[in-house]
């Protein structure tokens, strides 16, 4: 099987770009408006409509970039709006956004409505429409020089840097090579791997992303006075965060670095890409991000994945909202133990069971499927996880000269 000759049907959006799902997003701007908006999506009761939203009255940039990455996802074809009325971000303004991208759109103030019974009434009624015409939704072909795949791991154990990671490393490889485009994240967790990340730096300017990014996360980590190892790290079998992170990077693959990106920007061009997410400096204080798997999906997510790896040796049973997660193990007996939640066994290559070119293969074959139509675990339990915290980062800054990496 070669991944340039393997196609599956999308979803074309308006703006050109090709989706491998038909969401409708139903985002509350304010936690006032979450129940609202919570109750219109179980009333409504279906697989393509979620709800997302940013609980903080308080305006954060962050945030709202997130939220806007999101609407404009091709996974994405509608958004409804729904704010309580006297909150920073502003309904109206993120429903027109969704316009200029060609997408279905509607907004509403609870107040103006006159209280919860009618605004769900009303918001019903609005993404039963967008339903309708999202159903003459126009098919295109779809292959993995178009795909974009995002990767974290998450409960990681002694066979995570053994199997788990490393064929999302090989499938990474490939997918690069056939033109598409590939995001890894958690510097975090890249504790001591600085001179491997730089060296794989495909410009100078590259490097110098990566190397700003690297001090950054170690800073970070020493504001909070804790490095990106948990006891359930330890209970799987791993000793030190340096172990840890030859695992973490492993996920990568082989190839070179194009860039650093911040949350919310998608890749400028195909290849691999370092997803930053740790805060920028001097504003820690305010925001310090919550490093959980959620937080970690959402924003690779936002950066345009289409799809996203969640890799964890000890396992876990989280989704995430707009884009399918595919949960890989690279442990055979935590895939026994939680079969009903995994989507794929790694860890078959370290019983002999197949070789590694077989295993890349076959998460290959699963990518196409799952891209295809066919529901990851997360999403046949209806796991749509989503955490959107407060955080301060620049889409760009200047980043340092880093003479010190060779």
């Known amino acids: 099987m070669?991944?340039?000759?393997?196609?599956?049907?999308?979803?074309?959006?308006?703006?050109?770009?090709?989706?491998?799902r038909n969401k409708i997003l139903v985002i509350y701007t304010v936690e006032c408006a979450g129940f609202v908006a919570k109750e219109i999506v179980k009333k409504i009761d279906d697989a393509e409509v979620e709800v997302i939203g940013f609980s903080g009255c308080t305006d954060n940039a962050y945030a709202v970039r997130l939220l806007i990455s999101l609407i404009r996802h091709p996974n994405v074809g509608g958004t409804l709006v729904v704010g309580l009325g006297c909150e920073y971000v502003q309904p109206e303004w993120l429903a027109d956004i969704a316009r200029q991208e060609g997408k279905e759109a509607a907004w509403f103030y609870i107040q103006e409505l006159g209280g919860t019974g009618k605004s769900i009434t009303h918001g019903i009624a609005l993404v039963n429409n967008m339903k309708q015409k999202l159903a003459e939704a126009e098919m295109v072909p779809m292959g993995f020089k178009d795909l974009v795949i995002g990767a974290e791991c998450g409960g990681s154990d002694y066979t995570s840097g053994l199997a788990g990671n490393v064929v999302v490393g090989h499938l990474y490889d490939q997918l690069v090579d056939c033109g598409g485009t590939a995001i890894f994240e958690e510097i975090v967790e890249a504790v001591g791997l600085?001179?491997?990340?730089?060296?794989?730096?495909?410009?100078?300017?590259?490097?110098?992303?990566?190397?700003?990014?690297?001090?950054?996360?170690?800073?970070?980590?020493?504001?909070?006075?804790?490095?990106?190892?948990?006891?359930?790290?330890?209970?799987?079998?791993?000793?030190?965060?340096?172990?840890?992170?030859?695992?973490?990077?492993?996920?990568?693959?082989?190839?070179?670095?194009?860039?650093?990106?911040?949350?919310?920007?998608?890749?400028?061009?195909?290849?691999?890409?370092?997803?930053?997410?740790?805060?920028?400096?001097?504003?820690?204080?305010?925001?310090?991000?919550?490093?959980?798997?959620?937080?970690?999906?959402?924003?690779?997510?936002?950066?345009?994945?289409?799809?996203?790896?969640?890799?964890?040796?000890?396992?876990?049973?989280?989704?995430?909202?707009?884009?399918?997660?595919?949960?890989?193990?690279?442990?055979?007996?935590?895939?026994?133990?939680?079969?009903?939640?995994?989507?794929?066994?790694?860890?078959?290559?370290?019983?002999?069971?197949?070789?590694q070119v077989e295993l890349t293969l076959q998460l290959a074959e699963l990518v196409a499927k799952v891209a295809g139509g066919t529901l990851s675990k997360s999403e046949k339990w209806g796991h749509k996880e989503y955490f959107i915290p407060y955080k301060y980062q620049e889409k760009s800054v200047a980043f340092k000269k880093c003479d010190s990496y060779q």
Not at 2 to 20: C, E, H, M, Y
């Open 2 to 20: 070669n991944l340039p000759d393997i196609t599956w049907n999308a979803f074309r959006r308006k703006n050109g770009s090709k989706g491998i």
């Open 194 to 355: 600085i001179n491997l990340l730089a060296g794989r730096a495909s410009t100078e300017q590259a490097k110098k992303e990566i190397c700003y990014t690297y001090e950054k996360a170690l800073d970070y980590c020493k504001a909070v006075r804790q490095y990106s190892v948990s006891p359930g790290n330890f209970v799987g079998g791993l000793s030190t965060i340096e172990e840890k992170s030859m695992g973490a990077v492993i996920k990568s693959g082989s190839r070179s670095i194009q860039g650093v990106l911040k949350v919310g920007n998608c890749p400028p061009h195909p290849g691999l890409w370092l997803l930053d997410t740790t805060p920028d400096p001097y504003w820690m204080q305010f925001g310090i991000t919550n490093p959980n798997d959620n937080e970690g999906l959402m924003a690779l997510i936002a950066c345009g994945a289409h799809l996203t790896f969640l890799i964890t040796g000890r396992g876990n049973v989280v989704g995430s909202a707009v884009a399918p997660v595919i949960k890989i193990t690279g442990n055979s007996d935590t895939y026994a133990h939680m079969e009903e939640d995994m989507d794929f066994d790694a860890g078959r290559v370290l019983s002999g069971q197949c070789t």
